[in-house]
T-cell receptor, first 112, second 111 residues
Framework: DTAVSQTPKYLVTQMGNDKSIKCEQNLGHDTMYWYKQDSKKFLKIMFS???????INETVPNRFSPKSPDKAHLNLHINSLELGDSAVYFCASSPLGFWPAFFGQGTRLTVV | QKEVEQDPGPLSVPEGAIVSLNCTYSNSAFQYFMWYRQYSRKGPELLMYTYSSGNKEDGRFTAQVDKSSKYISLFIRDSQPSDSATYLCASRAGGYQKVTFGIGTKLQVIP
């Protein structure tokens, strides 16, 4: 039974399109995150939610908008996709301590 | 200068060797220190976390933090081929501060 699951696993899309990535955790954790891992494998925080409240909003373009309908779900919507958005996006959750403890398998986004 | 510096490697060791993975950090406010393991094309897994200076042991893994020199280490004893992965160190300050990751060190354990 997957703890943190993301869909889709792969996403290939054209520049200018709008796409969403969904994340769900069944661990009962209060805190969820979105991370971006670029081609150099550098992992950077994008957003963090604690009990549906936005806690961290890093310097990302406002084309990226997170939404947390409940504390088990954190979705990421991206408008007007650009080539530079190509990366692996990871969702994660944590029970306490405010560091990511469980990661999803990642969504590999390729913008062409 | 990155807040958390880590040599990307790769680091190749024979099976059974003791592996030493290291990071340095520049932010004196960092209080919490984590190590993650990431297999190819998978999400990172949290291996260990420590608060402030000192050692923490979990099976074959030992995490060490020296705040005076801003140095973070992970030791793996009796390394196995299944330990072959990228190891990321990470740190954060107190409160709801973001976690900053190192670039990761790629480790290969040769049978």
């Amino acid at each position: 039974d997957t703890a943190v699951s993301q869909t889709p696993k792969y996403l290939v899309t054209q520049m200018g399109n709008d796409k969403s990535i969904k994340c769900e955790q069944n661990l009962g954790h209060d805190t969820m995150y979105w991370y971006k891992q670029d081609s150099k494998k550098f992992l950077k925080i994008m957003f963090s939610y604690n009990n549906k409240e936005l806690i961290i909003n890093e310097t990302v373009p406002n084309r990226f908008s997170p939404k947390s309908p409940d504390k088990a779900h954190l979705n990421l919507h991206i408008n007007s996709l650009e080539l530079g958005d190509s990366a692996v996006y990871f969702c994660a959750s944590s029970p306490l301590g405010f560091w990511p403890a469980f990661f999803g398998q990642g969504t590999r986004l390729t913008v062409v | 200068q990155k807040e958390v510096e880590q040599d990307p490697g790769p680091l190749s060791v024979p099976e059974g060797a003791i592996v030493s993975l290291n990071c340095t950090y520049s932010n004196s406010a960092f209080q919490y220190f984590m190590w993650y393991r990431q297999y190819s094309r998978k999400g990172p897994e949290l291996l260990m976390y420590t608060y402030s200076s000192g050692n923490k042991e979990d099976g074959r893994f030992t995490a060490q933090v020296d705040k005076s020199s801003k140095y973070i280490s992970l030791f793996i004893r009796d390394s196995q081929p299944s330990d072959s992965a990228t190891y990321l160190c990470a740190s954060r300050a107190g409160g709801y501060q973001k976690v900053t990751f190192g670039i990761g060190t790629k480790l290969q354990v040769i049978p």
